[in-house]
Structure formats: structure tokens, C-alpha cells
């Protein structure tokens, strides 16, 4: 093999330096990326697995509603194992449905607020915080009610906040403040939406339309 000549043996002799100064750094940054990207791999894999666990067992839940022993249990195991996965906030909602239909106020309430302080999606928590401030509603919680619908985490959620606001208002024989309330949800819901024609009614009935 030919020789190499001066200026090749320069560049050389400077790669050499370079390589002995910073090599072994370059061959760790490499070594640590491939593990990064290794490890974010698994992550995502098992995060896909455990939310297809979680999926089949929020199917399950759903066929145990006449079974109170294993919705219970179906429901537990979500809630402790799989409480980051969207499947354990609406297995709650399910959870506080059933509750209300049963006539058990406190199990809906524990529900509902299980579901406000532990959804990842804020549509979730604004329909908690709905259905919470209808329990509180019957149970003449008027403030409480209140409290939780004073503005949605969900643009899109405004007007039925301001509905609600409203029938607690009214509630409290603030006919006025019902008024203002109703007429806020009807600037806010689409004019198609179905409580439109009752939201008129309240209206009317206050004479205030």
C-alpha cells in the first residue's frame, strides 16, 4: 500500500487526537441514546399493553352491572391498577350511574368525585362535575352545587354549565340570577342542540324570554 503522503499524515495524526480527546464520550452519548430510545420503546409497548388490559376490562365491567359482587370488584381493579388509563374514569361513571339509579346518593357522590380528581380528560371531569352538581341539587347542596359549575375545564362544556347554574339558582328562588343563567347557555349551546327548546321554557315560565 502506497504511503501516505504529509498532508494525509497530518489529517491523520489530528483524527487520532481527536479520537483519543473525545472517542470514548462520543461512543457513551451514542451507547445512552440507544438505551434512551430502547427504553422509551418499552415504554410505549407496555403502556399499549396495559391500556388493552385495561379496555377488556372495562368491557367486562359493563356486562356485570347485575352482579354487584363483580362489578365491584371489575371496579376496584381499575381504579388501583389501572387508574391512569382513560377505562378507570368512565368505569367511575358507570359506577356513579348505577349508584344513582339504586338510590344511593353518597356511593354517586364518591364516584363522581373520583372521577373529578383523577380523569386525564378534561371532557371527564366537566361531566362529573355535571352529574355531581345535579346530586348536590337534590340533596338542596345549593353552594356546593354551584361551586363545581362555575366555569368548565371544556369550552364546548359552557352552556351546559350555565344550565345547571341556572336550575340551582332557581332552586334558591334567585329568579333573576336563573334568568341571566339560562340566557348565557343559550348564547353558548348550537342552536340544535336538544335542551334548547327547555332551556326556552325555563325562560318563559320566569317571564324573562
Known amino acids: ?62 356486562l356485570q352491572a347485575m352482579d354487584e359482587a363483580k362489578f365491584t370488584a371489575t371496579l376496584t381493579t381499575l381504579k388501583t391498577d389501572f387508574g391512569s388509563t382513560p377505562y378507570a374514569a368512565r368505569a367511575a361513571l358507570a359506577a356513579a350511574k348505577l349508584a344513582y339509579m339504586k338510590g344511593q346518593p353518597a356511593k354517586t357522590r364518591d ?16 361531566s362529573a362535575k355535571l352529574r355531581l352538581a345535579g346530586v348536590l341539587l337534590d340533596d338542596k347542596k345549593y353552594d356546593e352545587a354551584l361551586a363545581l359549575v362555575k366555569a368548565p375545564e371544556e369550552e364546548s362544556y359552557s352552556g351546559l354549565f350555565a344550565e345547571v347554574r341556572g ?29 334548547v327548546k327547555l332551556l326556552e321554557v325555563k325562560l318563559d315560565t320566569l317571564g324573562a324570554n
Open 167 to 195: 336550575d340551582v339558582l332557581l332552586a334558591k328562588q334567585d329568579k333573576s340570577g336563573a334568568a341571566d343563567a339560562y340566557r348565557q347557555a343559550l348564547a353558548k349551546l348550537p342552536k340544535d342542540a336538544p335542551n
Open 111 to 126: 364516584e363522581l368525585n373520583w372521577v373529578i380528581s383523577n380523569a386525564k380528560e378534561v371532557t371527564l371531569r366537566d
Open 1 to 62: 500500500m502506497a504511503a501516505f503522503d504529509l498532508q494525509e499524515q497530518e489529517q491523520i495524526a489530528e483524527l487520532k487526537a481527536w479520537w483519543h480527546s473525545w472517542g470514548k464520550a462520543l461512543a457513551a452519548a451514542v451507547v445512552l441514546a440507544l438505551l434512551a430510545y430502547a427504553g422509551w420503546s418499552g415504554w410505549q409497548t407496555w403502556q399499549k399493553h396495559r391500556a388493552a388490559e385495561a379496555a377488556e376490562l372495562y368491557a367486562q365491567l359493563q
